[in-house]
C-alpha cells in the first residue's frame, strides 16, 4: 500500500475538533487528525492482512516518517505481533530506530507495546533495551522500563524470564533517584504489576529502595499490597 493512500484513509477519518482537544492533552505541536485508537486498529488490520512483510516494514517507515499523530500510532500498530514471520528483526531494528524520535507517553508507548512482542519473541534482545538504561534521552530510559512490563505480569515465570525481572529490578533501583517524573512513573509502573504476581518481591525491594522514590512514585509502586 503506497503511503499516500494510507494517509487519505487516516485523513477521511479526521475530526478537527477532537483533534484540537487531542494537541491540548498531550500538550503537543504534532498534527492531529482527531482520530482514535480503535479506528486506527481497523485500519492497520486492514493493511497488516494485505500486505507483505517487507510491505509492511515500508508503510510503517513511512508513516513513522509522516509525523503526525495518528500516523506513528499506526506506524507502531503495523507492528504489534505476537510472531512476524519468517524473520522479525527487521522489525525490532526498526522500532528500535524511532527512539530518538519519542517526545511523550502516548506515541512512545504504542511503539514499545510493538516492541514487547519482540523482546518476548526474542528474551535475549534484553542486552540492547539495558544499554537504553544508560541514555541521555529521558524517553529512552524510560523504553526500558516500559518494553520489559511483560516480564513482571508473569504468573509462573521460567528462569531466564525470572532473570529478566531481576535485570530490570536492578535498573529500577538506579533510577529510583532519577528525578523526572516519567522516569519515576515507570518504575512505579513496573512494581505495581509485578506486585499483583509477586507481592513478597516489590515489598523487598521497597524496603530496599523506596525511601529513594518519590512520594507518588511509592504509593503507586504499593497500590496493590
Request: proline share 5%; glycine share 4%.
Amino acid at each position: 500500500m503506497p503511503v499516500e493512500q494510507a494517509l487519505a484513509a487516516l485523513e477521511a477519518l479526521a475530526d478537527p475538533a477532537k483533534a484540537a482537544d487531542m494537541a491540548a492533552y498531550h500538550k503537543s505541536t504534532r498534527r492531529f487528525y482527531g482520530v482514535s485508537v480503535p479506528q486506527i486498529d481497523d485500519l492497520t488490520d486492514q493493511w497488516r492482512a494485505g500486505c507483505t512483510l517487507e510491505d509492511r516494514l515500508a508503510l510503517a517507515a513511512a508513516l513513522w516518517a509522516a509525523d503526525i499523530h495518528e500516523t506513528r500510532i499506526a506506524a507502531a500498530k503495523l507492528l504489534t505481533q505476537a510472531r512476524i514471520r519468517p524473520d522479525d528483526e527487521g522489525a525490532w531494528v526498526l522500532i528500535q530506530s524511532w527512539l530518538p524520535d519519542f517526545d511523550g507517553w502516548a506515541i512512545a508507548d504504542h511503539a514499545m507495546i510493538a516492541g514487547q512482542k519482540r523482546l518476548v519473541w526474542q528474551p535475549d534482545r534484553i542486552a540492547t533495551v539495558e544499554g537504553w538504561t544508560q541514555s541521555p534521552q529521558m524517553w529512552t530510559r524510560r523504553a526500558a522500563m516500559v518494553i520489559t512490563l511483560p516480564f513482571a505480569k508473569k504468573n509462573n515465570p521460567k528462569p531466564e524470564e525470572t532473570a529478566i525481572r531481576e535485570r530490570v529490578l536492578g535498573w529500577a533501583a538506579s533510577y529510583a533517584t532519577d528525578p523526572d517524573w516519567f522516569i519515576q512513573k515507570s518504575v512505579a509502573w513496573w512494581l505495581r504489576d509485578l506486585s499483583k504476581h509477586d507481592a513478597a518481591r516489590v515489598r523487598l525491594w521497597l524496603e530496599e529502595h523506596g525511601a529513594k522514590l518519590k512520594n507518588f512514585a511509592r504509593k503507586e509502586a504499593a497500590k496493590y499490597l
